[in-house]
């Protein structure tokens, strides 16, 4: 079975930092872009970064840029987010996407889900 596994959230101060892992099991991860996507209560699910299937190409939302940086490691089948000058709007459970696109249907993961709060 697929299975992505995150780590590393937790609860940091403002202007701190957190790096989130992701570990991927089940598939055949050098296919798949992977994303971490954002939800905080009472909004909507929101896309923070993405990275391509080896690494060539990110995009960030407008929020984070400058702040967050993703990467992966293809060998060890896992996916990072870097998180510096961390804000309390920041604040939400990030979750850990695998996508690999196909002609007929997509493939398309989600982890369990890592709480990140940012309070002082």
């Known amino acids: 079975q697929v299975q992505l596994v995150e780590s590393g959230g937790g609860l940091v101060q403002p202007g701190g930092s957190l790096r989130l892992s992701c570990a991927a099991s089940g598939l055949t991860f050098s296919r798949y872009a992977m994303s971490w996507f954002r939800q905080a209560p009472g909004k909507e699910r929101e896309l923070v970064a993405a990275?391509?299937?080896?690494?060539?190409?990110?995009n960030y939302a407008d929020s984070v840029k400058g702040r967050f940086t993703i990467s992966r490691d293809n060998a060890k089948s896992t996916v990072f987010l870097q998180m510096e000058s961390l804000r309390p709007d920041d604040t939400a459970v990030y979750y850990c996407?695998?996508?690999?696109?196909?002609?007929?249907?997509?493939?398309?993961?989600w982890g369990q889900g890592t709480q990140v709060t940012v309070s002082s």
């Open positions: 996407n695998a996508n690999w696109k196909r002609p007929i249907r997509d493939y398309d993961y």
């Open positions: 990275i391509s299937s080896i690494g060539g190409s990110t």
